[in-house]
């Protein structure tokens, strides 16, 4: 069954995103954003404080660093040495789910199980010491609530993580817990941040000019620094971070398969704009946006944005590659026009995710210039979207240009890779030197 030409047009235009739009989606962002400013209840964003501005760059010592925000958890030991230079001197990772063997992220399992794995990862990177003396930055990328910048309480679960027992307690307390059962007493979490505020610090430690770090990856949100929040226990200069939770905002305008996944997902109503970016959702909107071009509306074909990257990878005239992806996702072989539309369609969801990023990224620009001229500045981003994914960068830059028209060379970005783990080092360091 070939494609139905007017009904691929259609699904293509619920996935373009236009200039005029682009903009609207823009100044509607940086609006949600001045008000939560005055009253964070009047925004759709969290907008947490993170109880940190930006590092000195001199920052020294060694420290342990738990990077715990998507399937894999990773654990480094690491050593700042000041003037914006670092060494790794361990890495240890493994992920929370491993199908068939075990699953700490599914509703059946408990916080105990979920932090004692974790706690077992940190025994692993300081080799079973019980003499040294290790303080720990944990990146934590869930949506928090700090009161101090060791003091973070889960607010939701996101990314489809569902583990009891976590959502409303203090991931710290839960992860002291589980050291001391394992009688790890030696190590003392310092610090706690989301992957965002880890992300900036970890650029600012290394470059100067950057106030927004942001990850476009399984999930995605954007932190900045706010200059006029300024509060005693806050460690760092510059005013403090705030982590906008932006994966939240909710003031645009999703699309029917926007609308249908987010029905049936783990939390509807909730991440609306992370659902319609974040790697994690955008094979299931191809998924369904097939579905439907096929006539198996409901069918789930389980496509990734890695399935998605080797698509747009395949620029072969037959493209064998991408149309062999699809036979063993879909179950069938499709033939070589309505694979080109399939491709078609994985550029458009792509496409759409990046210049919503972008729209997000330029919101907090002009938020940051107020009535002024805005900056010099890079705009930090981690993650596999940004990192791997074709045509997401291109897009970003494309998008901020037309956003900020004479203003574009102003403002680019720059990867951080492995930020959330230099960045919980440092915050553990900006902790203990204070
Ligand atoms: C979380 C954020 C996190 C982002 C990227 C989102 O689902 O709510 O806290 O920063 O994912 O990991």
């Known amino acids: 069954m070939a494609f139905n030409n007017e009904q691929f047009k259609e699904i293509m235009a619920e996935f373009t995103i236009d200039s005029e739009r682009l903009q609207e989606i823009a100044a509607s962002f940086r609006q949600d954003l001045q008000l939560g400013l005055r009253d964070v209840s009047l925004s759709s964003m969290r907008m947490l404080k993170s109880y940190v501005g930006l590092p ?97 309480r889960l607010i939701i679960w996101t990314k489809e993580f569902a583990t009891q027992g976590v959502e409303g307690e203090v991931a710290n307390d839960l992860l002291l817990a589980a050291l001391k059962r394992r009688g790890a007493n030696n190590v003392e979490p310092v610090a706690v941040l989301n992957d965002t505020v880890a992300v ?50 909710m003031k645009l305008m999703p699309n029917r398969f926007d609308k249908e996944y987010d029905e049936g997902s783990e939390k509807p109503g ?41 698509i747009v990878l395949d620029e072969s005239p037959n493209l064998f590659k991408a149309s062999d992806i699809l036979m063993a996702k879909i179950g069938r072989e499709l033939d ?66 037309e956003l900020l028209g004479d203003d574009a060379d102003k403002v680019d970005t720059i990867l951080d890779n492995g930020g959330s783990g230099l960045g919980a080092a440092i915050a553990a360091a900006m902790a203990v030197e204070k």
């Open 270 to 310: 909730e991440q609306r704009f992370e659902k319609m970016v974040s790697g994690r959702y955008m094979g299931e909107l191809l998924g369904m946006a097939i579905a439907e071009l096929l006539g198996e509306k409901g069918k789930k074909y389980g496509l990734t944005s890695i399935d998605m990257s080797n």
């Open 200 to 249: 900036l610090l970890s650029a600012a430690y290394k470059t100067p000019d950057i106030y927004i770090g942001s990850i476009y990856a399984t999930g995605h949100n954007t932190c900045y620094l706010e200059p006029s929040i300024h509060d005693p226990n806050c460690f760092g200069s510059g005013g403090m971070i705030l982590n906008l939770e932006c994966g939240n905002f």
């Open 336 to 401: 070589v026009e309505d694979v080109k539309k399939v491709r078609e369609l994985v550029k458009a969801i792509i496409i759409r995710s990046a210049r919503l990023a972008a729209a997000s990224f330029v919101a907090i620009v002009w938020q940051r210039a107020g009535s002024g001229k805005i900056v010099k500045q890079h705009v930090a981003v981690d993650g596999s979207v940004y990192e791997k994914m074709p045509l997401a960068k291109e897009n970003i830059v494309k998008a901020m240009g």
């Open 56 to 152: 000195s760059g001199n920052e020294k010592g060694e420290y342990i660093a738990l990077d715990f925000g998507g399937t894999n958890v990773r654990v480094s030991k690491i050593r700042l040495d000041g003037n914006g230079k670092y060494e790794i001197l361990k890495r240890v990772g493994r992920p929370l789910i491993v199908p068939g063997k075990y699953d700490y992220i599914c509703k059946d399992a408990t916080a105990e199980q979920m932090f004692d794995f974790i706690a077992g990862l940190i025994d692993e990177a300081i080799d079973g010491d019980r003499e040294t003396k290790y303080y720990l930055g944990h990146t934590f990328s869930f949506p928090s609530t700090q009161t101090d910048l060791n003091n973070a």
